[in-house]
């Protein structure tokens, strides 16, 4: 199975599918959300940039971002805790500090920092959940930005003032801007794992919504590989 029949998944599995989404789209927010109104100029940066985000179960934030066009590669793993203990297993323990996260590779030439926390807000999670994402509890599970610079806080700062003071959820919003102090890769068997299980049961309910979501809300940012 490789990334370009995710849309073909999701068209075959239609009624499961739009059975999630339709519960999925109803605990976020009805409507599209606004642009963020500071950014990072497209002009401003060159080469390829990183952005760490986690919201929850990373296997549905990487099957996300890798449907993004701009995005050149996104890797799961875990943020906010230290090496001794980033695996997956004892992260699960919630007590780390760790959050499963995703470090995402894009093109600034492409797609801003400010689009891509767009899409994290509208569709790649609930931002309003605390310590939890859907069926997952536990800090493991959090909502956050880990920044890289002074750039990526001022943005990630500003967007969310911006959504709460527009009041685009119906909850604040719990979503932690944080600095980034070092990213861990996960184990091998979690890199690809929506590409590589299409059709498992939490697959199915969780997170293939969020790519439905993502070509609905987005369709010039959204790529099918």
Request: glycine letters at 8%.
């Amino acid at each position: 199975m490789n990334r370009r029949s995710t849309a073909a998944i999701i068209a075959s599995l239609g009624f499961t599918v739009a059975v999630a989404l339709a519960g999925f789209a109803t605990s976020v927010t009805a409507g599209s959300l606004p642009d963020p109104a500071v950014d990072i100029p497209l002009a401003k940066t060159a080469g390829v940039q990183t952005a760490v985000l986690a919201g929850g179960c990373f296997w549905g934030t990487e099957g996300v971002f890798e449907h993004v066009k701009g995005v050149t590669r996104v890797v799961p793993g875990y943020a906010g805790g230290t090496a001794d203990t980033a695996s997956y297993n004892q992260v699960s323990s919630g007590r780390t500090g760790h959050a499963e996260s995703v470090r995402i590779s894009y093109d600034p030439a492409r797609i801003s920092y400010g689009q891509l926390l767009k899409v994290f807000f509208s569709v790649a999670h609930d931002p309003t959940e605390l310590n939890r994402q859907g069926p997952d509890t536990g800090t493991q599970y959090r909502s956050a930005i880990f920044f890289a610079n002074d750039d990526q806080k001022r943005v990630a700062d500003a967007y969310i003032a911006q959504l709460q003071a527009a009041h685009a959820f119906p909850r604040p919003i719990a979503t932690r801007v944080t600095p980034l102090e070092d990213f861990f890769d996960a184990e091998a068997y979690h890199q690809d794992y929506l590409v590589r299980h299409p059709t498992q049961p939490y697959i199915v309910v969780n997170d293939l919504p969020k790519i439905a979501n993502l070509q609905r809300q987005f369709p010039a940012l959204y790529t099918g590989k």
